[in-house]
């Protein structure tokens, strides 16, 4: 080859080289968007529709969503949250979290499944739940703590992470609340989900939970209980 030719070819090597890493630049930075699911609306335990007044301030409650055996915290922290708090998935997808709903925007929800090793609250026990106080082994409180590897979030901050080995905040449930009647309802999730990972690793543990419908997508109304109704042992983290 000609030396002309030859740098001709280096220089279009180059420039292809430098247009591919501009990509997965940009690809790595891109945002990750809010996923719709099918709209659910939350009850109590009697079947009642719950009211955003009902939540009780900074107790762990539980439901399934978006599907039947994918759990997820929902919290009254009692007073407003932040709002259009900046985060990003593992994966460097950017996101926004517009924060809390309810009259004072102090009610959120979460997935219940650890960023880190997906621990997540079974019937038989839960390493991770809202703490409101401090611990022996967390100077925080109003957490998020898992103890499985004391990965910590900020619920009032999107879920971010702000202790632990964890690499992205917890995935945020999107929740509506209709002032007219009061009413909470589930629409779907915003950042970064594990649910493929999770079914893949739990399969048989959440088949003996949920049978075969783990899979299947939540209810149209979903029942949210207190999480030591539905743990028989909830771990403290002391």
């Not at 950042?191 to 939540?218: I, K, T, V």
Request: overall charge positive.
């Amino acid at each position: 080859m000609h030396r002309r030719g030859f740098l001709i070819g280096c220089a279009a090597a180059a420039a292809a080289d430098g247009a591919a890493l501009v990509r997965a630049a940009e690809a790595a930075t891109a945002g990750a968007t809010p996923r719709s699911y099918p709209r659910a609306r939350l009850i109590g335990a009697d079947g009642r529709p719950l009211k955003a007044a009902e939540v009780p301030v900074r107790r762990n409650l539980l439901f399934h969503y978006p599907f039947v055996g994918t759990p997820a915290f929902l919290l009254n922290l009692g007073k407003p949250t932040r709002r259009k708090v900046a985060l990003s998935t593992s994966r460097r997808e950017q996101y926004t979290w517009e924060g809390g709903v309810g009259p004072q925007r102090s009610i959120v929800a979460f997935s219940a499944i650890c960023a880190h090793q997906m621990a997540y609250p079974t019937k038989d026990i839960s390493f991770i739940s809202y703490r409101d106080e401090t611990s022996p082994v967390s100077r925080r409180g109003q957490v998020i703590h898992c103890c499985a590897e004391h990965s910590q979030y900020d619920p009032a901050d999107g879920a971010r992470v702000v202790a632990g080995p964890a690499t992205q905040p917890l995935a945020a449930i999107l929740l509506e609340h209709d002032p007219d009647s009061d009413a909470l309802f589930a629409t779907g999730t915003l950042g970064g989900e594990l649910f493929d990972a999770f079914f893949g690793r739990f399969e048989m543990r959440l088949s003996l939970e949920h049978g075969s419908r783990a899979r299947e997508p939540a209810d149209a109304a979903v029942v949210v209980q207190p999480i030591e109704a539905y743990c028989r042992q909830l771990m403290r983290c002391a």
